[in-house]
């Protein structure tokens, strides 16, 4: 759990970084101005560099844990598959680390989203790391053929779940990773904000890419905002990006709604999916108050931060939903029977 926390938080620190341009206030790597970086005089940590230096840090406290827990799961946990995940996470936050570091040395922006891509991915697995050791998912795990009560009532409506909404979450889910990939490629691009307004853009619900339209939008940028030129490319990409946030918010209040009906509003998993619908709602909120801010680095990346707890939500959810555990009977409480003769608890069993 704490490693999952770090990397939240480390979420945030990179947000902050291409958010506030700060990706090469740091010139370096991997040394910080020359310096080892645990070593930074802090007279350097002003402005960008502040943001950089930080992301370094939290990064290399956050592979420290996932070292520590990956060598943890090897020794320690009989699951064979825990152990190879363990080592998983070990290989992707020291790709993680390469990649954020010839970001640096090779100056380029494509890079970046990758490396934004693969935190993501990360997130998820630190994520589910935590289920996996957690002491609720060992006793759902534990076979119990025999139960009575609330539990019996969650082990039996999650086997009425049904491989339609199974299929649809899962859906929904990689659909919302392919809207961060298409988030990370809008943020790395440097060109400020491709569409300056919202809900309509540039006044039209679908804006004109030709070649005169886009360079009347650049001539207006220019005067106004003194941002990089735009081309025809951005603006699609994120008028896609637009109908696709449509989308998922959509299936996500569907899933929520299956999963209420099927399940009941007890039931762990229709819980979880009244919360996803609630961080979606949120996140076409932050989206719309980054257009209106003008890309405010502290909303823009609150808008990534919740996209990674929407991404994760629904992961969550499919590992819970696909998990497939041995059958359950469920017993009801035992009665009694009462009459001339007293209390039979041993008549009531037999009845």
Known sequence: MLTAIITFFLLGIGGLVTSHEAGMSVPDWPTSYGYNMFALPIKFWKG?????????LLASGAGFL?????VWLWLKDSRKWMKWLGVLAFLLVVAQGVLGGLRVTMHMDSLGIFHGVLAQFFFVLTCALALFTSKWWMERRTPVRQISGTRADDQLADQEIGAPLRGLVLATTILIFIQLILGATMRHQHAGLAIPDF??????????????????????????????????????????HRIVALAIGILVAFCAWLSWRRL?????????????????????????????????ADVATLHVLVGALSLVTGALWCIIAFDRREGVTKIAPTKTISGAFGTSPAMAANK
């Open 199 to 240: 809900p309509l853009a540039y006044g039209k619900i679908w804006p004109g890419t030709s070649a005169d339209a886009i360079a009347g939008y650049n001539a207006r940028r220019i005067e106004t905002t003194n941002v990089n030129s735009i081309t025809a490319f951005q603006i699609e990409l994120q008028m896609v």
């Open 264 to 296: 009941g509003g007890r039931n762990p998993l229709a819980k979880l999916a009244v919360f996803w619908v609630a961080l979606i709602v949120c996140q076409i909120a932050l989206g719309a108050w980054t257009i209106w801010s003008n890309k405010a």
């Open 48 to 56: 960008g560099a502040f943001f950089e230096h930080s992301h370094r």
């Open 66 to 70: 996932t070292t520590v827990l990956a």
